[in-house]
């Protein structure tokens, strides 16, 4: 037989599946029965009201509708962007971020790792171009300077026959 001290109160208690001892395990599923009711019926509360309401830290209210103990009155919580502040639906928001945000955030996060891609890329394709076109300018004239400087006698062969 295991004892292990329960995270709520502290008492000694026999271990089992929960950290909790009994008395503090019904409390919680009592305050998970209330929190859903209150929910059902104040539909669009937000997490921070919520919170006051029930005298938890605003992370343990998260943490609770996370974990699945409330079921589908996570669906009714709002909260707010932590970006832009806009409310939200609790089950629709990426981390603390609205969809907008979030995806602003991971571009900003791109940019951040390839800066040099990211933001200079239209100077980049532009010099690609530039280089790309020179060299295709240079093999066109390639066939014409080859017969100018063979008619003058300045290539590498009529040289090499020279001095033999």
Do not use: W
Request: glycine share 6%; net charge positive; aromatic share 10%.
């Amino acid at each position: 037989m295991e004892l292990e001290n329960c995270k709520r109160c502290g008492r000694l208690f026999k271990k089992g599946i929960c950290a909790l001892c009994g008395t503090c395990y019904e409390y919680e599923q009592e305050l998970h029965k209330e929190i859903y009711r209150f929910i059902q019926a104040n539909k669009g509360i937000s997490i921070e009201k919520l919170a006051e309401k029930f005298d938890i830290p605003q992370q343990e209210m998260e943490t609770l509708l996370f974990s699945g103990a409330l079921g589908t009155a996570v669906q009714l919580v709002t909260s707010q962007c932590a970006m832009c502040k806009c409310e939200m639906t609790f089950i629709n928001r990426i981390g603390h971020f609205c969809y907008n945000c979030n995806q602003f955030v991971e571009r900003s996060v791109v940019e951040s790792k390839y800066p040099y891609e990211s933001r200079y890329k239209a100077e980049i394709e532009m010099i690609r171009q530039s280089l790309s076109e020179k060299k295709a300018d240079r093999s066109a004239d390639l066939p014409s300077l080859k017969s100018k400087a063979e008619n003058q006698g300045l290539g590498f062969r009529s040289k090499f026959r020279e001095n033999r």
